[in-house]
Antibody
Framework: EVQLVESGGGLVQPGGSLRLSCAAS????????MLWVRQVPGKGLVWVSC????????MFADSVKGRFTISRDNAQNTLYLQMNSLRAEDTAVYYC???????????WGQGTLVTVSS | EIVLTQSPGTLSLSPGERASLSCTAS???????LAWYQQQPGQAPRLLIY???SRATGTPDRFSGSGSGTDFTLTINRLEPEDFAVYYC??????????FGQGTKVEIK
């Protein structure tokens, strides 16, 4: 069974940093595109970042480019999102997700809430 | 950048009725890369349809997707109580690679 379990969310001050983790089981990260998607409570879904299966390509939404990085630990089968210079507008639930057929997203974690506030 | 517009924003229906949800792209797209998701309150989204019309594993057959070009539709036949939720369409493209519509809420009338 595929499982994605996020952790690392919490309250952080503007300008601060957080690292989100996504522990994957039931499959190997090196065989799928992996994504981070965020959602402000009560609002829609927004793609944040992705990492290609072979690890060669990363992409970021314009709103986080230069502040966020995506990486993985193959041995731990864990995906990360390092978030620096956080802003109030980064406040959201962050979902770890797996790329599926034809660009769909076939598995999602339960989400972790990041709150940026002083 | 392609924009996906979903309509209506809210659909008020009774159990047993049919729901038709629209997703319109700002320019012609390939339906191969169009997906639909269901999101229940407090839960992560769940993939329903990919490739515009292929049901994902576990998607009941009362859900169907159709469309091409700029206009795509998610149809839910005979609404069940568990179908009342928010639905998102999503496109895989160039930049950004994943784009979502703003969602349609299907609520109990």
């Amino acid at each position: 069974e595929v499982q994605l379990v996020e952790s690392g969310g919490g309250l952080v001050q503007p300008g601060g940093s957080l690292r989100l983790s996504c522990a994957a089981s039931g499959f190997t990260l090196t065989t799928y595109w992996m994504l981070w998607v965020r959602q402000v409570p009560g609002k829609g879904l927004v793609w944040v970042s992705c990492l290609k299966s072979d690890g060669t390509t990363t992409m970021f939404a314009d709103s986080v480019k230069g502040r966020f990085t995506i990486s993985r630990d193959n041995a731990q089968n864990t995906l990360y999102l390092q978030m620096n210079s956080l802003r109030a507008e980064d406040t959201a639930v962050y979902y770890c997700a797996r790329g599926g057929f034809y660009g769909s997203i076939d598995n999602w974690g339960q989400g972790t809430l990041v709150t940026v506030s002083s | 950048e392609i924009v996906l517009t979903q309509s209506p924003g809210t659909l008020s229906l009774s159990p047993g009725e049919r729901a038709s949800l629209s997703c319109t792209a700002s320019q012609r797209v390939s339906g191969t890369f169009l997906a639909w998701y269901q999101q229940q309150p407090g839960q992560a989204p769940r993939l329903l349809i990919y490739g515009a019309s292929s049901r994902a594993t576990g998607t009941p057959d009362r859900f169907s997707g159709s469309g091409s070009g700029t206009d795509f539709t998610l149809t839910i036949n005979r609404l069940e109580p568990e179908d009342f939720a928010v639905y998102y369409c999503q496109l895989y493209g160039d930049s950004p690679p994943w784009t979502f519509g703003q969602g349609t809420k299907v609520e109990i009338k």
